[in-house]
C-alpha cells in the first residue's frame, strides 16, 4: 500500500498508494539518491545515493545506520528475497 521513491533532491519520499498522497520524507543523504528497496518483511528501507552511503531507515522514518565504504556512488540496493542470505 506504500512506495518509496528515490530523487535528486536527495530525499526518498514514501507515498500512501491508494490516496496518492505524500505521507513522509527521509532525509539524510549529501547527493542525490539513485536507488530505494523494501526489505521483505517490510519494516526497512534501504537507500543508494551519488554520496557514496547506503543509509538504512525503519518504515516509519527513523534512520537506522548508514554504510559509508563505497569509493563511488551506489547506483542499486536490494535485500535479500528470504530476508536471511
Known amino acids: 500500500e506504500f512506495v518509496a521513491s528515490a530523487s535528486d533532491d536527495k530525499t526518498v519520499k514514501i507515498w500512501n498508494v491508494k490516496t496518492m498522497e505524500e ?29 557514496k552511503s547506503v543509509r538504512l531507515w525503519s518504515k516509519t522514518g527513523e534512520h537506522k545506520g548508514t554504510l559509508t565504504e563505497h569509493s563511488s556512488w551506489v547506483y542499486s540496493v536490494a535485500f535479500s528475497p528470504d530476508g536471511k542470505t
Open 23 to 51: 505521507v513522509g520524507t527521509l532525509k539524510g543523504h549529501s547527493g542525490s539518491v539513485l536507488s530505494v528497496a523494501w526489505s521483505p518483511d517490510g519494516e526497512t528501507i534501504a537507500s543508494g545515493s551519488s554520496d
